[in-house]
């Protein structure tokens, strides 16, 4: 009796694990973002007032690819070139036939121009979910051919450098065709433009034996695991979205199961992270509490926010943060990725030797500089004190950093010595020191 009681407790995690990665992430926000409107022209107007940057760009030693989502356009501006290699546009949006339905403004972005100047390059990432969407799509030749113009098109336009491709919720009867359109969109990128890279957004589980792994590894220049929404809104307990260890599906299960799958092709695997969290209402206050209505996603920015008024939680099993507290008399659970569970699993990438990591999404930090440190000690090749990277550490460099304070020199992380979160004169004492030793 007891064996068959934890038998069918066992059944019943397990199916829950496995229902929690049919709702995927960015059709949710997708949808929540619908009806925002953005002022392209306006942002892109505030950009182009935007100084150069003056500085040599920093040594990243592994790629660092961050999906913008059109709703936070705005951002652009703010964000940190020297830590990104790629970033990719969220969205164009696909039919079943392959016709656009809204390119969110991509064909007169700023973006791609502003990016480029600063060494960083931009690719478009075209949309399509669901099962029967897909299946129209991808098991047609016409309709195959008609997205892959459409697509290259955008692309050329605005002198990107290439394509990202997000299909969620591929059945299996589509795991050869999807093969065989990114096979025809590789050709087809290749014949137009030089050197284009094309990669793939890819689940963290294949449920369904619905993805060729090796064979898409081989075609593109990468894989993009979404590497978040392990539990998701609908979750029957309170979770972490992005677990490094204490469940059977986790990032270490995902990143194995990939290097696996396609034959070792490290270099073609990116390991993406996410920069949100969930906020749950909850039957108590206990870790993992059952929940007892949907999650709301909640931005890195506004998770933090709430851990400063309700406390913070540290769960060492899954590598994550989470937070406890009461609402109107209903308690609420949220688990979110800081830059301590982000550096533990920017370690995991590093040791496992994948090509690098994704950001899911840019502007969800609101310019935490804890994020974007976590980022700076793991993938900064540079050394300490060695503002301008020259590879010496001497005046010059104090010179930068009080250009930096006075405002002649666009301000960088690796100036700030003492990791406070400001660049001062303390810096500039902390770089006497080094050159003095």
Same mark, same amino acid.
């Given at each position: 009796?007891?064996?068959?009681?934890?038998?069918?407790?066992?059944?019943?995690?397990?199916?829950?694990?496995?229902?929690?990665?049919?709702?995927?992430?960015?059709?949710?926000?997708?949808?929540?973002?619908?009806?925002?409107?953005?002022?392209?022209?306006?942002?892109?107007?505030?950009?182009?007032?935007?100084?150069?940057?003056?500085?040599?760009?920093?040594?990243?030693?592994?790629?660092?690819?961050?999906?913008?989502?059109?709703?936070?356009?705005?951002?652009?501006?703010?964000?940190?070139?020297?830590?990104?290699?790629?970033?990719?546009?969220?969205?164009?949006?696909?039919?079943?036939?392959?016709?656009?339905?809204?390119?969110?403004?991509?064909?007169?972005?700023?973006?791609?121009?502003?990016?480029?100047?600063?060494?960083?390059?931009?690719?478009?990432?075209?949309?399509?979910?669901?099962?029967?969407?897909?299946?129209?799509?991808?098991?047609?030749?016409? &309709?195959?051919?008609? %997205?892959?113009?459409?697509?290259?098109?955008?692309?050329?336009?605005?002198?990107?450098?290439?394509?990202?491709?997000?299909?969620?919720?591929?059945?299996?009867?589509?795991?050869?065709?999807?093969?065989?359109?990114?096979?025809?969109?590789?050709?087809?990128?290749?014949?137009?433009?030089?050197?284009?890279?094309?990669?793939?957004?890819?689940?963290?589980?294949?449920?369904?034996?619905?993805?060729?792994?090796?064979?898409?590894?081989?075609?593109?220049?990468?894989?993009?695991?979404?590497?978040?929404?392990?539990?998701?809104?609908?979750?029957?307990? %309170? @979770?972490?979205?992005?677990?490094?260890?204490?469940?059977?599906?986790?990032?270490?299960?995902?990143?194995?199961?990939?290097?696996?799958?396609?034959? &070792?092709?490290?270099?073609?695997?990116?390991?993406?992270?996410?920069?949100?969290?969930?906020?749950?209402?909850?039957? &108590?206050?206990?870790?993992?509490?059952?929940?007892?209505?949907?999650?709301?996603?909640?931005?890195?920015?506004?998770?933090?926010?709430?851990?400063?008024?309700? @406390?913070?939680?540290? &769960?060492?099993?899954?590598?994550?943060?989470?937070?406890?507290?009461?609402?109107?008399?209903?308690?609420?659970?949220?688990?979110?990725?800081?830059?301590?569970?982000?550096?533990?699993?920017?370690?995991?990438?590093?040791?496992?030797?994948?090509?690098?990591?994704?950001?899911?999404?840019?502007?969800?930090?609101?310019?935490?500089?804890?994020?974007?440190?976590?980022?700076?000690?793991?993938?900064?090749?540079?050394?300490?004190?060695?503002?301008?990277?020259?590879?010496?550490?001497?005046?010059?460099?104090?010179?930068?950093?009080?250009?930096?304070?006075? @405002?002649?020199?666009?301000?960088?992380?690796? %100036?700030?010595?003492?990791?406070?979160?400001?660049?001062?004169?303390?810096?500039?004492?902390?770089?006497?020191?080094?050159?003095?030793?």
């Amino acid at each position: 009796m007891n064996f068959f009681k934890i038998y069918t407790f066992f059944l019943l995690i397990i199916g829950t694990l496995l229902a929690q990665n049919w709702s995927p992430f960015h059709i949710e926000e997708l949808i929540k973002n619908r009806d925002i409107e953005i002022d392209f022209e306006d942002i892109d107007n505030q950009a182009r007032l935007e100084p150069l940057p003056t500085l040599n760009r920093v040594n990243l030693t592994h790629e660092i690819i961050g999906y913008l989502p059109y709703w936070e356009y705005a951002d652009y501006i703010d964000l940190d070139y020297d830590l990104l290699t790629q970033i990719n546009y969220f969205s164009v949006e696909l039919d079943a036939y392959g016709n656009i339905l809204n390119d969110h403004n991509w064909t007169d972005l700023y973006l791609i121009t502003y990016a480029h100047q600063r060494n960083v390059k931009v690719k478009l990432c075209a949309t399509l979910f669901g099962q029967n969407e897909l299946t129209i799509l991808l098991s047609n030749s016409i &309709n195959r051919q008609n %997205a892959i113009n459409n697509l290259l098109e955008l692309v050329l336009i605005q002198n990107a450098d290439g394509i990202d491709i997000d299909f969620e919720l591929l059945p299996m009867s589509q795991r050869e065709n999807l093969v065989i359109f990114m096979q025809e969109l590789s050709d087809a990128f290749h014949q137009s433009m030089e050197d284009p890279i094309i990669t793939l957004a890819t689940p963290a589980v294949d449920w369904n034996d619905a993805w060729d792994y090796n064979s898409l590894a081989q075609i593109t220049d990468g894989l993009f695991i979404m590497g978040y929404n392990y539990f998701y809104s609908g979750s029957s307990s %309170a @979770g972490p979205v992005s677990p490094l260890g204490g469940y059977f599906y986790d990032i270490e299960y995902s990143v194995n199961d990939y290097i696996q799958k396609t034959n &070792n092709q490290l270099d073609k695997i990116i390991l993406g992270l996410p920069y949100y969290g969930y906020d749950w209402p909850v039957m &108590n206050n206990l870790i993992n509490s059952f929940t007892t209505g949907l999650g709301n996603a909640l931005t890195y920015d506004l998770a933090h926010n709430m851990s400063q008024n309700h @406390g913070y939680n540290w &769960n060492d099993n899954s590598k994550s943060a989470w937070i406890s507290y009461q609402d109107d008399l209903e308690w609420r659970q949220c688990w979110y990725d800081d830059s301590l569970s982000l550096s533990h699993k920017y370690q995991f990438a590093i040791d496992n030797e994948v090509a690098g990591i994704g950001i899911w999404a840019l502007g969800y930090d609101n310019n935490h500089n804890e994020l974007r440190g976590a980022l700076y000690d793991k993938f900064i090749y540079s050394l300490f004190g060695d503002i301008n990277m020259d590879g010496i550490i001497n005046v010059v460099d104090i010179v930068f950093v009080v250009n930096m304070i006075l @405002g002649l020199e666009s301000t960088n992380l690796l %100036a700030d010595i003492n990791n406070d979160a400001e660049v001062n004169v303390l810096d500039i004492i902390e770089i006497i020191f080094l050159i003095l030793n």
